[in-house]
């Protein structure tokens, strides 16, 4: 057509519709769009030269407008690190896989592209903060270890697995301030045989002593077993188990998070997602425990007060459900509802 201008705009005409849609479905294969985002506009342009023919000029020209639509999100979101926001412009094709060409052509000089691209503000911000590294912090250290009423080497192996776990640090023969030292005690004693079903009843109680209340751990459980052996390697298993529990809190300077009416349990994994995504300060985010009642809590690591916490779950989306931050419960234990 005379003094149409090289090149046809997408959208126009069959062939345009057809390279449009297979362009928007090749984005969302590629990256998906993000469970909650929001539109972003953008243009870009590029030279067509000798060395630069029409359609490595459009490519160039997608490229620069999807960069754009980043721009003016980076722009919303507020002020930003200048080395952080350089190094989330670095990584443009990454923060803008899903995306949609509005407009794509040339006048034979230059190349044009208009896009419209799905980026989320809440994983945007959080890559933009900058929070305070913690400080690192050591496990308390292990200075002695008592048996009594347990198998031989009972105790011995119970202070080498948490050691080796991370939850203790082996403090025996150095010097180490009263604070971090802790006592590792384990007490085992048989209550007696049972007659129906045949066997035998162990109490352990298992004792990790420290420097005040806060410092000391403890736990209690009874094991049943054909043997008295087994029955007390099941209550020492047990008692254990509760402890580390807690240590693992403790020393680990996290939060945990206790949500009620978590399932099913694919809706769990989407809120450690999506603390993990959005929330600022939230490094790591597990499964720590499941409750008798049902409910499940999550350990978040992270520069976090349960304030903080608390305060931020109300800006969190989870696909499929809410999530509702009710009380804070202990200092690092927040309490929240799926519905």
């Known amino acids: 057509m005379p003094g149409h201008p090289r090149g046809e705009t997408f959208g126009r005409g069959r062939v345009g519709r ?8 090749l984005a969302v294969a590629l990256g998906g769009t993000p469970a909650w985002a929001a539109p972003f506009a953008g243009t870009g342009h590029a030279p067509i030269s000798e060395k630069v023919d029409a359609l490595k000029a459009r490519g160039q020209a997608l490229e620069r407008a999807r960069r754009a639509a980043l721009e003016e999100a980076l722009e919303q979101v507020g002020p930003a690190d ?20 509005l407009q794509q052509g040339d006048d034979g000089a230059t190349a044009t592209a208009v896009v419209s691209v799905e980026i989320d503000t ?9 929070p305070a590294a913690p400080a690192a912090k050591e496990g308390p250290a292990l200075v002695a ?12 192996s119970l202070a080498q ?10 403090g025996r023969g150095g010097t180490i301030s009263a604070a971090a030292a802790r006592t590792l005690e384990l007490r085992c004693r048989e209550l007696g045989a049972v007659s129906y079903p045949r066997g035998v009843v162990v109490e352990a109680a298992v004792v990790l002593r420290g420097e005040g209340r806060d410092g000391t751990a403890s736990a209690t459980a009874v094991g049943f077993a054909a043997d008295p052996a087994a029955a007390a390697a099941s209550a020492v298993e047990s008692a254990s188990n509760q402890v580390s529990a807690n240590m693992s809190v403790q020393t680990a300077g ?15 994994r989407r809120v450690e997602r999506a603390i993990a995504e959005s929330v600022i300060g939230a490094q790591a985010v597990r499964v720590a425990a499941i409750g008798g009642d049902g409910s499940v809590t ?25 999530l509702v931050a009710l009380e804070v419960e202990a200092p690092d234990v927040v309490h929240a509802r799926l519905q």
């Open 122 to 130: 809440g994983r945007l911000s959080k890559a933009l903060a900058v």
């Open 18 to 25: 057809g390279l449009l849609a297979a362009v928007f479905v």
């Open 161 to 170: 697995r948490w050691i080796k776990a991370g939850l203790l640090r082996d």
């Open 82 to 101: 200048a080395v952080q926001r350089k190094k989330i412009l670095d990584e443009a094709a990454v923060w803008t896989r899903a995306y949609r060409v």
């Open 298 to 322: 999550l350990r978040i690591d992270g520069p976090l007060s349960a304030a903080e916490l608390q305060e931020r779950l109300a800006s969190v989306q989870v696909p499929g459900a809410t």
């Open 145 to 156: 270890v008592r048996g009594e009423g347990c198998a031989e080497g009972a105790a011995e």
């Open 254 to 268: 996290g939060l945990r998070l206790r949500l009620t009416t978590p399932w099913p349990a694919a809706r769990v």
